[in-house]
């Protein structure tokens, strides 16, 4: 596994729990996105529709912030990150905690998937890691 790639993934979580969400990931062209929602899943494919789908759900909470707990390196391209999230919701003012899986896979130094599950299993699953 490239160091170079868990410190990218360390200064992001780091800069997300402080609610800095401005590209800290280095995203590829081609990055493919998947995220759990209460009807299954949903994706976005490519780092724009990656990125604009990331803006839209920012924008449905006062505050969001993400707490990295644990990095667990998979193989040399993929690191699965353990989090927790601390969210408030805009209109309804409900505050939310959870912990939430996030899949990385890597092409040199720059992300092709990322997939975030409530449950480790789903997120392997989603990036082609599970068993």
């Known amino acids: 596994m490239s160091e ?3 410190e990218q993934l360390r200064r992001a979580y780091s800069a997300w729990e402080r609610g800095d969400w401005a590209g800290q990931v280095r995203l590829a ?4 996105c ?3 929602v209460p009807e299954g899943h949903a994706e976005a494919r490519g780092s724009q529709e990656t990125e604009r789908n990331f803006r839209e759900f920012l924008r449905q909470w006062s ?3 993400v ?10 391209n ?13 209109h309804s003012g409900v505050e939310t905690e959870s912990t939430i899986f996030h899949a990385w ?9 990322w997939h975030s599950y409530f449950d480790c299993d789903g997120a392997l699953e989603a990036a082609g ?3």
Request: charged share 30%; hydrophobic share 40%; glycine share 6%.
């Open 67 to 76: 707490e990295a707990r644990e990095f667990v390196e998979i193989d040399e």
């Open 63 to 65: 505050s969001f912030r």
């Open 105 to 113: 896979v890597f092409r040199g130094d720059e992300a092709v998937e």
């Open 78 to 90: 993929s690191i699965l990150v353990v989090t927790h999230s601390h969210a408030t919701g805009k």
């Open 4 to 6: 170079g790639n868990i």
């Open 129 to 131: 890691l599970s068993e």
């Open 29 to 32: 062209p081609d990055v493919h």
């Open 34 to 36: 998947s995220w759990q």
